[in-house]
T-cell receptor, first 117, second 114 residues
Framework: AQSVTQLDSQVPVFEEAPVELRCNYS??????LFWYVQYPNQGLQLLLK??????LVKGINGFEAEFNKSQTSFHLRKPSVHISDTAEYFC???????????????FGQGTILTVHP | ETGVTQTPRHLVMGMTNKKSLKCEQH?????MYWYKQSAKKPLELMFV???????ENNSVPSRFSPECPNSSHLFLHLHTLQPEDSALYLC?????????????FGPGTRLTVT
């Protein structure tokens, strides 16, 4: 089984400041890692994902995340945020197991990022 | 329409009512999912359909009954719900490819059980 912990439920920042949203996971098997964003009154949208290879992953809207296997973390970062980045962000994992043609995502509780002018 | 659509967007129902949620994907995907998003809780996977066959039922109470008539449509039939079932119900779809494939989400149906 997998579990995901997002260490901050809310993160307030000022516009143009850097931000880091923290995510730790636990799993008995290797996993794929994802970050999703949910804007108000909308569904989830994929920001980025780590499958293999380089541990630094770049996504949409200037976000990036770094996979750290020893610390079982996948923190999301952006060097300079905008008002439009205000949303809820979800970290998720999916077990790396053969034999299925679909994903089984386990989500964290979410982090609400609020960008102030 | 493009992407994943869900209707209705909002639904208020009494505990004795029967209603259905509808999801449609226009992406040519083979797998479809129902998730429940409750306040202050992580998204919970409820059901997975892969090529119209139910492949996952995450210990969901029988008052929730899914139906997948084809790869583009997914329904969630609701009956005798409880107030704690009030939540945002999200539908998602993905292409064949295992756990590496990205899931595309609809906007959700906000359900209130009175």
């Amino acid at each position: 089984a997998q579990s995901v912990t997002q260490l901050d439920s809310q993160v307030p920042v000022f516009e143009e400041a850097p931000v880091e949203l923290r995510c730790n996971y636990s799993s008995s098997v290797s996993v794929y890692l994802f970050w999703y964003v949910q804007y108000p009154n909308q569904g989830l949208q994929l920001l980025l994902k780590y499958l293999s290879g380089s541990t630094l992953v770049k996504g949409i809207n200037g976000f990036e995340a770094e996979f750290n296997k020893s610390q079982t973390s996948f923190h999301l970062r952006k060097p300079s945020v905008h008002i439009s980045d205000t949303a809820e962000y979800f970290c998720a994992v999916s077990p790396n197991q053969g034999g299925t043609s679909y994903g089984k995502l386990t989500f964290g509780q979410g982090t609400i990022l609020t960008v102030h002018p | 329409e493009t992407g994943v659509t869900q209707t209705p967007r909002h639904l208020v129902m009494g505990m004795t009512n029967k209603k259905s949620l509808k999801c449609e994907q226009h992406l040519g995907h083979n797998a479809m999912y129902w998730y429940k998003q409750s306040a202050k809780k992580p998204l919970e996977l409820m059901f997975v359909y892969n090529f119209k066959e139910q492949t996952e039922n995450n210990s969901v109470p029988s008052r929730f009954s899914p139906e997948c008539p084809n790869s583009s449509h997914l329904f969630l039939h609701l009956h005798t719900l409880q107030p704690e079932d009030s939540a945002l119900y999200l539908c998602a779809s993905s292409q064949e490819g295992g756990a590496t494939t990205s899931q595309y989400f609809g906007p959700g149906t906000r359900l209130t059980v009175t």
